[in-house]
């Protein structure tokens, strides 16, 4: 069955003007079961994100820098599941479906924007970890909210416009061939083996990118722990030990869940992987990764859990 829509220009070459997203290929009661389960992770993770904003903006326990970021970070999952989950349901319901160019590049864009934020967001957050464990004295005056807006602007903006300038040269691709792209949404790796022009300046640019935006976070953030774990481990007791420990456990699981996923479709070598493993793991950070961090971050978090109760004292005051 042919899905593609194509245009010829003056030189013959057909241009592919439209792709088809295969998603997963089987049986329809699973893909309804896929379907049902996504749509309950979807509205789960939009309720879950959307309380801890709301919950950081209106309680006053909880303006500290620690927990403005970590509202800015509920910001970015619901970007990142907003941009893949709908148009994944509806290829779910279809058994595929078609993208027009111009949307599977915009799609490509916001996700890679969005992750890209997110990777330097929680760079800053181990730094400001960092500076709470191993410079407690001087945390007020280093950590303000001017500074925590000006930093959180700045991850915003070098995420977004270090992928647009990405974003940019792959628009200019030429894409004349098969246009079945065997993946969950418009990733960059699927959708480059699908080019007919030169790729070669594109993934130039993708190793420069992972190190700007994967490496030298994943150095900071590694040093930045490095140095809290000598720190931790010099006070005498065990009480405080633990103490500060729980200060950033909540932070170090999403990262390592964050980075591990990342690390293991982008970075290491894909080769004899099969197109169901790579979908299952792009799953895991596109779809359940924002699901999760709300719920690390309330689980064992006695601050949110009292603005919960507080919340939910006020509204049955009020009615």
Known sequence: MNFQKQITNENNLTIVTEFFLKGFQMRKSLRMFLFCLLLVVYCGTICGNLLIIVLVSTSRNLHTPMYFFISQLSVSDILVITDVVPNLLHILLNNGGVVISIACISQLYFFGASEAFECFLLTVMSYDRYVAICNPLHYSTIMTSRHCVKVSILCWMLGYSIILIFIIRTANVIFCGPNIIDHLFCDIVPLLELACSDTFVIHLGIYFMGILVVIIPTTIIVTSYTNI????????????????????????????IFYWTIFSVYIVPTKGQSSTISKILSLFYTVFTPLVNPIIYSLRNKDINKAIQETIHKCNSFY
Request: charged letters at 10%; glycine letters at 4%.
């Open 229 to 256: 774990v000598l720190a931790v481990l010099r006070i005498p007791t065990s009480t405080g030990r633990q103490k500060a420990f729980s200060t950033c456990s909540s932070h170090l699981i999403v990262v390592s």
